[in-house]
């Protein structure tokens, strides 16, 4: 089992960015991908990023590809989330995850085992 806490989140203009980071605990981070989701109001929780164990590969969900980049420290136990050019549809609740096996890679809730308790992001018009 492993333990993550997000920081960063908060209240900007359209337009703006924000960076989150996530701190994991308790296992051995460098074996794990990890991943980001958000959950805005009145919708399911949907993937948004998601980074292999070494950090050599990248993903994302088309809504976000081209304005967030997601990054890790395996040094750090860390790995962040850069969201640019922010706009109201990104308001949601943003939690990170780690994958529930190691060297495995995927995009559904169910790959993660792992989540944060979430950071509140929301961006105003």
């Known amino acids: 089992q492993v333990q993550l806490v997000e920081s960063g989140g908060g209240l900007v203009q359209a337009g703006g960015s924000l960076r989150l980071s996530c701190a994991a605990s308790g296992r051995i981070f460098s074996s794990y991908a990890m991943g980001w989701f958000r959950q805005g109001p009145g919708k399911e929780r949907e993937f948004v990023a998601g980074?292999?164990?070494?950090?050599?590969?990248?993903y994302y969900a088309d809504s976000v590809k081209g304005r967030f980049t997601i990054s890790r420290d395996n040094a750090k136990n860390t790995v962040d989330l850069q969201m640019n050019s922010l706009n109201p549809e990104d308001t949601a609740v943003y939690s990170c995850a780690a994958a529930r096996f190691s060297y495995t890679l995927g995009q559904r809730s169910t790959d993660f085992g792992s989540w944060g308790q979430g950071t509140q992001v929301t961006i105003s018009s």
């Open positions: 980074i292999s164990w070494s950090g050599g590969n990248t």
